[in-house]
């Protein structure tokens, strides 16, 4: 199994960026996907989740602000961001499962 996240970067705050997931090695369509993140000196936390069927759930911190949303036909799963904060700044990682994790992206919420 193989996840790669893309669409990380620098935005300044209020600024919107997309992230991407693409899965391979696995039937993708049976399986929950996640977004976690995690800031150095800390623990990885939760951010978003969809599973088979289309159900959401979010983190308190980002409900309103952050859309995850999957293409099963693309192995893909977004995250779309909306008025970023600075705290919202962190490495973004994809889930597949409760199991396999792709390496990350960074964003960075910054003026």
Do not use: H
């Not at 391979?24 to 929950?32: E, V």
């Not at 799963?77 to 597949?96: G, H, R, S």
């Amino acid at each position: 199994v193989q996840l790669v996240e893309s669409g990380g970067g620098l935005v300044q705050p209020g600024g919107s960026l997309r992230l991407s997931c693409a899965a391979s090695g696995i039937t993708f369509s049976m399986s929950t996907m996640g977004w976690y993140r995690q800031d150095p000196g800390k623990q990885r936390e939760l951010v978003a989740t969809i599973t088979s069927g289309g159900r959401t759930n979010y983190a308190d911190l980002v409900k309103g602000r952050f859309t995850i949303s999957r293409g099963n036909a693309k192995n893909t799963v977004w995250l779309q961001m909306n008025n970023l904060k600075p705290e919202d700044t962190a490495v973004y990682f994809c889930n597949l499962a409760d199991t396999w994790w792709g390496r990350g992206t960074q964003v960075t919420v910054s003026s």
